[in-house]
């Protein structure tokens, strides 16, 4: 009788699966969805050619009340930081010497603001408008505003903007908008420029701004006027009190925008927070000068936009900031318990979400980003803990067949990082479309190193997974058990620091075909 003998060579197969660069995906279905992108991408930022955890922030001003509005001032070299905290406005510009203007109350602490030549004005619906300003002595004004017209209740001015070199305020719950009677007024008369006959949808205003673009023939400026309905209305022509230099030039219907904190203004394009997305006016608009922008559309995060506006466009906290210093877009949005942020990478267009970060407002100061909290205000972009905070990553890769549509078990998978400092990682596979529920237990340890209690981070019976410590700089290559039998898989990279840059390129996958298991 013959023997048999069981090849059991070149069964294990190797396959490298990029970091996810390509950022949080919640436009595609799971069976088309590129393998660079992501399903989960929390607390992770895509680059270039790697994905990095955010940075973390300090304490920069407590004193136990919450900040809903900062504002910086500008005026040659000299800049303000200005905030307002129950009731009263505060001077923030150095932490260890703020102060309280006592003169001033505001009646309602979430203020719309703008900058008019060397005055800052501060709006919120309530309260007449108030306006800072410093002389070129740096002795300081704030009181309230020297705009008037007897048909105008300053009140209930709640936002505003400048164009044309004239300075616009919206009238709360109106389609009438104001503007000073003579360019370049920081007081005196306003006269009024209604639209309520020229709005085809109604609805009330929400914003005012200055649209530079390119229309063939040179740099045009434009004023935009952007109701509650998402009708948009640019008017072409430098004087509003002139027929002869003062004309509509289109009405275009976009997705309603939420809050009087819609808009952004990014490389002479203006950005809308919208029910629908993060929109470039030059992309939505079908006009000569349509697709200038170099800002990305929110298409690949919609559905998770839409989710949010859905619950929450009634919320106050949306907004939107550029980050140049970070190189991403920060999209602010309330939740029904704290906040989340939506980030896009402003090179490659690659989004992300920030947890963890219950910022009520945000603002640039000396190109620093800081944030309102509940207990004073917090500078961002410092350090990688949130305030003595672990912060926790997680992202779950795209499903990949890994080259073949055969069944495959994995047996090792090689996450290729590098960090600044130990740190623990927890990695698996799902398979097939099947999300592992987890459930995680964890402490820190002494000197900053974090450590895993002896109970799993993860208690799935139905993966594998594997902790992790490193302390070097350079990538770290090492293969980790993994169990996981399947036609697609996801990796799932989770981490928990409270101290360390950690980023992460790509990963190494050793398996076998279904022809050497079964």
Not at 203 to 227: E, P, S, Y
Not at 242 to 268: E, F, H, M, N, V
Not at 279 to 288: D, F, G, M, R, T
Not at 439 to 448: A, D, I, P, W, Y
Request: aromatic fraction near 12%; charged fraction near 20%; proline fraction near 3%.
């Amino acid at each position: 009788m013959l023997k048999s003998y069981i090849n059991r060579t070149g069964k294990s197969l190797s396959y490298t699966i990029a970091a996810p660069i390509g950022g949080l995906n919640c436009r595609d279905a799971y069976n088309v969805m590129p393998p660079e992108d992501a399903i989960v991408m929390d607390n992770y930022i895509p680059l270039d050619n790697k994905i990095a955890l955010r940075k973390g922030y300090i304490d920069y001003y407590k004193n136990n009340h919450r900040f809903l509005t900062l504002a910086t001032y500008k005026k040659d070299d000299k800049q303000r930081l200005i905030g307002i905290s129950s009731g009263k406005a505060y001077n923030l510009s150095s932490a260890s010497n703020v102060s309280v203007y006592d003169n001033l109350t505001f009646n309602s602490d979430r203020c719309q603001t703008v900058q008019y030549k060397d005055y800052l004005y501060f709006m919120n619906g309530i309260d007449v408008p108030k306006v800072y300003h410093l002389d070129d002595e740096n002795n300081e004004t704030f009181s309230d505003w020297g705009f008037r017209n007897d048909n105008l209740t300053p009140s209930k001015i709640i936002a505003g903007g400048v164009s044309k070199q004239f300075f616009w305020a919206l009238e709360k719950n109106t389609l009438r908008v104001w503007y000073s009677a003579q360019a370049g007024n920081i007081s005196g008369d306003l006269n009024c420029f209604d639209l309520s006959s020229i709005a085809r949808f109604g609805g009330h205003l929400m914003a005012v701004c200055n649209w530079t673009v390119d229309g063939g023939q040179g740099i045009d400026d434009l004023t935009v006027f952007i109701t509650s309905e998402g009708e948009v209305l640019v008017y072409d022509g430098t004087n509003p009190n002139s027929a002869d230099s003062w004309s509509l030039k289109g009405s275009y219907k976009i997705s309603p925008p939420i809050g009087y904190r819609c808009t952004l203004q990014y490389q002479g394009d203006i950005i809308i927070i919208t029910e629908d997305g993060y929109l470039p006016l030059s992309k939505v608009l079908p006009l000569n000068e349509a697709g200038v922008s170099t800002y990305a559309f929110s298409d690949k995060i919609r559905g998770l936009v839409l989710e949010r506006s859905s619950s929450g466009k009634n919320k106050d906290g949306w907004q939107g900031v550029i980050y140049t210093r970070g190189g991403y877009a920060l999209f602010n949005v309330p939740l029904s318990q704290g906040y989340e942020q939506h980030v896009a990478n402003l090179n490659t267009g690659a989004w992300c979400r920030f947890i963890g970060i219950k910022a009520h407002c945000w603002c640039l100061f000396h190109d620093k980003l800081y944030f309102g909290s509940d207990y004073g205000v917090c500078q961002f972009d410092q350090g990688y803990s949130d305030n003595g905070i672990s912060i926790i990553g997680e992202v779950r890769q795209a499903y990949t067949n890994l080259g073949t549509d055969v069944l495959k078990k994995i047996q090792l998978l090689n996450p290729r990082t590098a960090s600044s400092g130990r740190y623990a990682l927890v990695i698996y596979t799902d398979v097939d479309y099947i999300h592992s529920l987890q459930n995680t237990s964890e402490t820190l340890g002494f000197g900053g190193v974090t450590k895993w209690n002896k109970a799993q981070w993860s208690n799935s019976i139905t993966q594998g997974q594997t902790k992790w410590q490193t302390s070097r700089s350079i990538i770290r290559s090492n293969w980790i058990a993994n169990s996981a039998t399947g036609y697609k898989i996801s990796v799932v990279f989770k981490t928990r620091t409270s101290g360390n840059l950690i980023e992460w390129y790509d990963t190494g996958v050793r398996y076998e075909q279904a022809s050497g298991i079964m």
